[in-house]
């Protein structure tokens, strides 16, 4: 008996260890399901995905374990029909599978929260808390992850403006307009986010970052690219029938190129850029039937020096 109960011991040991290490390895392949670090931030919300995949694939191979074990080795003989023995409820065996997830329920929102506080993802609520003495910061990446030059060098400044349906990019030390949002890696940027009519997100996939802009209300938000390369830019709100089109190409490049894309920019005349929204629309306007909801009309294309 006493045998017994060792080895049930070590294959519970042993079957324990064989899941940590299986749950390990699944949370380190979250990595390869996301677009690469294109920002220092991203390295926030890999890791908190990571950590999320991990607890989840220990906890269903858990159970799972256990429900096969159970079938596997103490089922009932064939043919026998006998109720099984009347066990009565185990007080502690309750509170500790009652503790467990509560404490982590409490570790995830823990995680959780002190990733968003580092984001600094602001968003509506930014409205609520403009009194606030505890207001959240805008996005920061910890300092071990981002490159060094990138803390010494002078924050690269950029307003934004988004509307209906529109991105328009303006470098005011240059005084520039662009629909291409060009930055430069391993700098930190600062953004003055503005909508011009309803609520947008300003969501780039590849940063990790996702910040509401609410009409009438400038938000600066910070970050930092660090991976060169194009990206994509996209509405992550609902802001009308064009709402589709309203995209627009982020590229990240070393500082060196940047520079010569702003002094390139700056000697050209500014122009009305293409803009599918308008485009569309003024279509669908000069058919003789007339298909489809009433919408509004998309603001007139913007002037800019680069239009990407």
């Known amino acids: 008996m006493k045998i017994q109960k060792i080895l049930n011991i070590l294959t519970l040991l042993t079957g324990a260890i064989a899941i940590t290490v299986i749950s390990l390895w699944i949370g380190k392949q979250a990595y390869s399901w996301l677009p690469p670090q294109a920002a220092a931030e991203s390295k926030l919300i ?5 950590f999320l995949v991990t607890l989840g694939a220990f906890i269903f191979l858990g159970v799972t374990s256990s429900l096969m074990y159970s079938v596997i080795f103490h089922r009932a003989v064939k ?15 309750e509170v500790v599978w009652t503790a467990i997830p509560i404490l982590l329920v409490f570790w995830i929102a823990s995680y959780s929260y002190q990733v968003y506080e580092q984001m600094g993802i602001q968003g509506p609520s930014e409205m609520v808390h403009l009194h606030n003495p505890l207001g959240m910061q805008s996005a920061y990446a910890d300092p071990k992850d981002t490159p060094a030059n990138a803390l010494a060098e002078p924050v690269e400044k950029i307003d934004v403006l988004a509307k209906q349906w529109a991105w328009v990019f303006h470098y005011p030390e240059r005084d520039i307009t662009s629909t291409e949002l060009h930055l430069p890696s391993d700098r930190r940027i600062r953004l003055a986010l503005k909508s011009q009519d309803v609520l947008h997100g300003f969501y780039i996939p590849a940063f990790r970052l996702k910040q509401d ?31 589709a ?54 603001a007139a294309p913007p002037l800019v020096n680069s239009p990407g």
């Open 46 to 50: 890999d890791d908190l995905i990571s």
């Open 79 to 93: 043919d026998d029909f006998t109720d099984g023995p009347p066990i009565e409820g185990n007080v502690t065996l």
């Open 213 to 243: 802009i609410i009409p009438n209300h400038a938000i600066d938000f910070e970050f930092t690219p660090i991976r060169p390369g194009k990206y994509r830019l996209t509405d992550s709100q609902y802001s009308g029938t064009y709402f």
């Open 245 to 298: 089109t309203m995209q627009a190409n982020v590229i990240v490049e070393s500082p060196e190129d940047y520079q010569q894309w702003l002094a390139q920019a700056a000697t050209q005349e500014p122009t009305p850029a293409k803009n599918q929204a308008a485009a569309e629309y003024a279509q669908t306007s000069h058919q003789s039937v007339q298909t489809g909801w009433v919408t509004v009309p998309p």
